[in-house]
């Protein structure tokens, strides 16, 4: 338990795959949730989590509304208003219908099919690779935009739209959805690209040296294996080890 203060801060959660997600009793859990639990005992900060859109997230922390939030992505605009700290890796791949896939075998393939649609969630971003496709492909009018992740898959079962971003921890949910049983392929276009989630911290709202309380407590979650235990407990056995930073 930490000496001085520390808040209450309020944490923006959002709902994706194996980080943020309904059980099987309808209670939220995943590895954010359990990394902001753990962060909670740690610190000893007053951690007050809440469920929002990703979209409304990116929104009140460029505000300076919102103190906390999982998983996020640095870019040059984000670093004026957040600090990043990095815990944890991912990869996106692409989820094809499976109608589709022999047509669209790689990104230029994709892209020469201008009946071909993909859909992301909006603010998100994917890396290098598939950022510089998404932008050829909204130049096109090629990408439908949703507003959460439970909306992504259901406009990817009904084949509104016949690819998809995904990231590796999400392969249970995905595989386990009946809607999409049988109806996609997986494809890797970008296989040397990582993508980093941070815990976002407000710089307006987090003082450094409370930020700093953060990364210690992250980076010995990462030395004394609590982290490594958090992802194999939510993710995919065989994803859980790339997921380490090293």
Same mark, same amino acid.
């Given at each position: !338990?930490?000496?001085?203060?520390?808040?209450?801060?309020?944490?923006?959660?959002? $709902?994706?795959?194996?980080?943020?997600?309904?059980?099987?009793?309808?209670?939220?859990?995943?590895?954010?949730?359990?990394?902001?639990?753990? +962060?909670?005992?740690?610190?000893?900060?007053? +951690? %007050?989590?809440?469920?929002?859109?990703?979209?409304?997230?990116?929104?009140?922390? =460029?505000?300076?509304?919102?103190?906390?939030?999982? =998983?996020?992505?640095?870019?040059? $605009?984000?670093?004026?208003?957040?600090?990043?700290?990095?815990?944890?890796?991912?990869?996106?791949?692409?989820? +094809?219908? #499976?109608? =589709?896939?022999?047509?669209?075998?790689?990104?230029?393939?994709?892209?020469?099919?201008?009946?071909?649609?993909?859909?992301?969630?909006?603010?998100?971003?994917?890396?290098?690779?598939?950022?510089? @496709?998404?932008?050829?492909?909204?130049?096109?009018?090629?990408?439908?935009?949703?507003?959460?992740? &439970?909306?992504?898959?259901?406009?990817?079962?009904?084949?509104? *739209?016949?690819?998809?971003?995904?990231?590796?921890?999400?392969?249970?949910?995905?595989?386990?959805?009946?809607?999409?049983?049988?109806?996609?392929?997986?494809?890797? @276009? #970008? &296989?040397?690209?990582?993508?980093?989630?941070?815990? *976002?911290?407000?710089? =307006?709202?987090?003082?450094?040296?409370?930020?700093?309380?953060?990364?210690?407590?992250?980076?010995?979650?990462? $030395?004394?294996?609590?982290?490594?235990?958090?992802?194999?407990?939510?993710?995919? &056995?065989? *994803?859980?080890?790339? !997921? !380490?930073? %090293?």
């Amino acid at each position: !338990m930490a000496a001085e203060p520390c808040g209450p801060y309020r944490v923006g959660l959002y $709902e994706f795959g194996a980080l943020y997600y309904r059980d099987a009793h309808g209670d939220w859990a995943g590895i954010d949730k359990d990394i902001i639990e753990e +962060l909670r005992k740690r610190t000893g900060c007053l +951690l %007050h989590t809440s469920t929002e859109s990703r979209v409304r997230i990116w929104s009140l922390l =460029s505000q300076g509304k919102l103190d906390i939030s999982t =998983s996020g992505i640095s870019t040059p $605009e984000r670093d004026e208003y957040a600090r990043f700290i990095p815990y944890l890796a991912t990869r996106n791949f692409v989820l +094809l219908r #499976a109608e =589709s896939a022999d047509i669209a075998a790689s990104m230029d393939a994709f892209l020469s099919h201008p009946e071909l649609k993909v859909g992301v969630i909006r603010t998100f971003r994917h890396g290098a690779q598939y950022d510089g @496709w998404l932008d050829k492909l909204r130049s096109q009018d090629r990408v439908y935009e949703t507003a959460d992740y &439970p909306t992504l898959l259901r406009l990817f079962a009904i084949g509104r *739209v016949q690819a998809i971003l995904n990231i590796n921890t999400n392969w249970r949910p995905v595989l386990a959805d009946s809607s999409l049983a049988g109806h996609f392929q997986i494809a890797d @276009w #970008a &296989p040397r690209e990582t993508v980093v989630g941070s815990l *976002v911290l407000s710089r =307006s709202r987090i003082p450094p040296e409370v930020a700093q309380r953060f990364e210690k407590a992250l980076h010995e979650m990462r $030395e004394d294996g609590t982290l490594r235990a958090i992802y194999g407990k939510h993710a995919d &056995p065989r *994803v859980a080890d790339s !997921m !380490m930073l %090293h």
